[in-house]
């Protein structure tokens, strides 16, 4: 069975960076696209990122464009969220997640509906302080 571990959360104030990590127990971890999505208290899970196969193709929500960076590494089964200029409205618990279907290692595609996400880790909190 697939694990996931996400990692990095922690308090921050507002404007400052963290980096989290997803640990990957998967034999074909190269074939999944991979996600992120983070949840407030009283509030659905959100697609916050995305990332292909490839690591070509990566998505991002309007809400972190621009201030979010998503990447992985096939050879370390390793998937890190880059997140810099912290807002408090960021604050929620994060959450890697792996695509439900294997695609082919070279795809540019990943998708960005929390429902094409079928394994998550057990998240990680964030909080952003004002």
């Known amino acids: 069975q697939v694990q996931l571990v996400e990692s990095g959360g922690g308090l921050v104030q507002a404007g400052g960076s963290l980096r989290l990590s997803c640990a990957v127990s998967?034999?074909?971890?190269?074939?999944?696209?991979m996600g992120w999505f983070r949840q407030a208290p009283g509030k659905e899970r959100e697609f916050v990122a995305s990332?292909?196969?490839?690591?070509?193709?990566?998505y991002y929500a309007d809400s972190v464009k621009g201030r979010f960076t998503i990447s992985r590494d096939n050879a370390k089964n390793t998937m890190t969220l880059e997140m810099n200029s912290l807002k408090p409205e960021d604050t929620a618990a994060y959450y890697c997640a792996r695509d439900r279907i294997s695609r082919d290692s070279n795809s540019d595609y990943a998708p960005t509906f929390r429902n094409y996400y079928d394994n998550w880790g057990q998240g990680t909190q964030v909080t952003v302080s004002s």
């Open positions: 990332i292909s196969t490839s690591g070509r193709g990566t």
């Open positions: 998967d034999r074909t971890f190269s074939n999944y696209a």
